[in-house]
C-alpha cells in the first residue's frame, strides 16, 4: 500500500505585466512570491520545511529598425531558493538571446536563438534522510542554439465578406 510521505501548504501572488519603457522595447514580466509549508510524514527525513521563495522572469523583445524588419530578444528568469517535497533548492536562473530578421515584404523569416547561455540552470538541493546530509546537482545541459527559416506562401490579406443576420423573417 502506498502512503503519501508529506503534506505541503503552499498560498502565494502571481503577477504579470507588460510595458514599453521606451519605444521600441516591449517588456513581458512575471513575478510568482509564495510560501511553502511541509510537513513530512517519515521518521527518516526532516519533519518540516517552511519558508518563502519567489520567481521572476522578463521576456523582452526590441525592434532594431524603422521597418520593423530586425528585432533582438533578451529572456531572463531566476528561482529564487525553495522547498520542494523534502528537498532544500538553492537558487538558480537561465537567460537565452536571440535575433530574428524579415525579408521578401515580411515572408520570409530568420531566427537565431541562444538558450542557456551562461550554463546557470543548475539545480542544486540537500535533503537529510536517516540523520545524513545529502546534496546533489543536476545540470540538464539544456545549452543549445537553434537556427530557423520559415516561408509564407500566398497573400497578407484575408477576405473576409460580411454577412448581415438576425432573428427577423
Same mark, same amino acid.
Given at each position: 500500500?502506498?502512503?503519501?510521505?508529506?503534506?505541503?501548504?503552499?498560498?502565494?501572488?502571481?503577477?504579470?505585466?507588460?510595458?514599453?519603457?521606451?519605444?521600441?522595447?516591449?517588456?513581458?514580466?512575471?513575478?510568482?512570491?509564495?510560501?511553502?509549508?511541509?510537513?513530512?510524514?517519515?521518521?527518516?527525513?526532516?519533519?518540516? *520545511?517552511?519558508?518563502?521563495?519567489?520567481?521572476?522572469?522578463?521576456?523582452?523583445?526590441?525592434?532594431?529598425?524603422?521597418?520593423?524588419?530586425?528585432?533582438?530578444?533578451?529572456?531572463?528568469?531566476?528561482?529564487?531558493?525553495?522547498?520542494?517535497?523534502?528537498?532544500?533548492?538553492?537558487?538558480?536562473?537561465?537567460?537565452?538571446?536571440?535575433?530574428?530578421?524579415?525579408?521578401?515584404?515580411?515572408?520570409?523569416?530568420?531566427?537565431?536563438?541562444?538558450?542557456?547561455?551562461?550554463?546557470?540552470?543548475?539545480?542544486?538541493?540537500?535533503?537529510?534522510?536517516?540523520?545524513?546530509?545529502?546534496?546533489?546537482?543536476?545540470?540538464?545541459?539544456?545549452?543549445?542554439?537553434?537556427?530557423?527559416?520559415? *516561408?509564407?506562401?500566398?497573400?497578407?490579406?484575408?477576405?473576409?465578406?460580411?454577412?448581415?443576420?438576425?432573428?427577423?423573417?
Amino acid at each position: 500500500k502506498r502512503l503519501n510521505y508529506y503534506d505541503q501548504f503552499s498560498i502565494g501572488l502571481y503577477e504579470s505585466f507588460t510595458f514599453h519603457p521606451i519605444e521600441k522595447l516591449e517588456s513581458n514580466n512575471s513575478m510568482n512570491v509564495y510560501y511553502k509549508k511541509i510537513n513530512s510524514f517519515l521518521p527518516e527525513t526532516s519533519s518540516d *520545511y517552511d519558508g518563502f521563495s519567489a520567481f521572476l522572469e522578463t521576456d523582452n523583445n526590441y525592434v532594431l529598425n524603422e521597418n520593423k524588419t530586425y528585432f533582438i530578444s533578451f529572456d531572463f528568469w531566476y528561482q529564487f531558493p525553495q522547498y520542494y517535497s523534502i528537498y532544500k533548492f538553492k537558487g538558480y536562473s537561465n537567460l537565452d538571446l536571440g535575433f530574428k530578421s524579415l525579408w521578401l515584404d515580411k515572408k520570409l523569416i530568420f531566427t537565431i536563438y541562444a538558450s542557456d547561455v551562461f550554463k546557470t540552470l543548475k539545480n542544486k538541493n540537500t535533503s537529510v534522510f536517516n540523520g545524513i546530509n545529502t546534496s546533489f546537482e543536476n545540470y540538464e545541459n539544456r545549452q543549445s542554439i537553434r537556427f530557423s527559416l520559415k *516561408y509564407s506562401f500566398g497573400n497578407n490579406t484575408n477576405n473576409i465578406k460580411s454577412i448581415n443576420s438576425s432573428n427577423q423573417e
